[in-house]
T-cell receptor
Framework: SQQGEEDPQALSIQEGENATMNCSYKTSINNLQWYRQNSGRGLVHLIL?????REKHSGRLRVTLDTSKKSSSLLITASRAADTASYFC????????FGAGTRLTVKP | GAGVSQSPRYKVAKRGQDVALRCDPISGHVSLFWYQQALGQGPEFLTYFQNEAQLDKSGLPSDRFFAERPEGSVSTLKIQRTQQEDSAVYLC?????????????FGPGTRLTVT
């Protein structure tokens, strides 16, 4: 069964706009990770946020974690066409559990 | 350095055939994971190795699925008597850490089509 649930399932924006994706989970976690998957390829790790952290930045990425609401968000600022991909959150409930992902399309 | 590699990249099998999927993790990575990814879905955990020990195989969907990592490096996922519902992309990932919940490095996957 999948632990993380991403929202929305699909998102289409113009280049330069910001993209926000959300992830909800069900049980307590130690950390949460975000991954990107380009079509036909494996997943690439983006960022890991621990349960005692509330916000983390990496380049144009900003991740927040609200353990009281069991939710996380991924913000991509100043999006580029190359950001077009599926984005997954994964939690460490025992092992790694991925959601179904958000399919982001950035139009040039 | 080299990343995680998987072979073959594509495999077509007739229903009932056995298949073997190979994963070469990053050298020195202790942990190795197998996932199954159906079209439009996220990866579903299959099994986890720490070195040569298979610590968790709770995600294997049936006893037709078998995984091994005999020397703690290369791993093989074997599916016996393949069924159409086995059609999916099989992803392998490795991690430097012993604990499961650390950054994983994924291979490109093997796309299995069972006809």
């Amino acid at each position: 069964s999948q632990q993380g649930e991403e929202d929305p399932q699909a998102l289409s924006i113009q280049e330069g706009e910001n993209a926000t994706m959300n992830c909800s989970y069900k049980t307590s976690i130690n950390n949460l990770q975000w991954y990107r998957q380009n079509s036909g390829r494996g997943l690439v790790h983006l960022i890991l946020i621990r349960s005692n952290e509330r916000e983390k930045h990496s380049g144009r990425l900003r991740v927040t974690l609200d353990t009281s609401k069991k939710s996380s968000s991924l913000l991509i600022t100043a999006s580029r066409a190359a950001d077009t991909a599926s984005y997954f959150c994964a939690t460490d409930e025992g092992d790694m559990r991925f959601g179904a992902g958000t399919r982001l399309t950035v139009k040039p | 350095g080299a990343g995680v590699s998987q072979s073959p990249r594509y495999k077509v099998a007739k229903r009932g055939q056995d298949v073997a999927l190979r994963c070469d993790p990053i050298s020195g990575h202790v942990s190795l994971f197998w996932y199954q990814q159906a079209l439009g879905q996220g990866p579903e955990f299959l099994t986890y190795f720490q070195n040569e020990a298979q610590l968790d195989k709770s995600g294997l969907p049936s006893d037709r699925f078998f995984a091994e990592r005999p020397e703690g490096s290369v791993s093989t996922l074997k599916i016996q008597r393949t069924q159409q519902e086995d059609s999916a992309v099989y992803l392998c990932a490795s991690s430097l850490a012993e604990a499961r919940a650390h950054e994983q490095y994924f291979g490109p996957g093997t796309r299995l089509t069972v006809t």
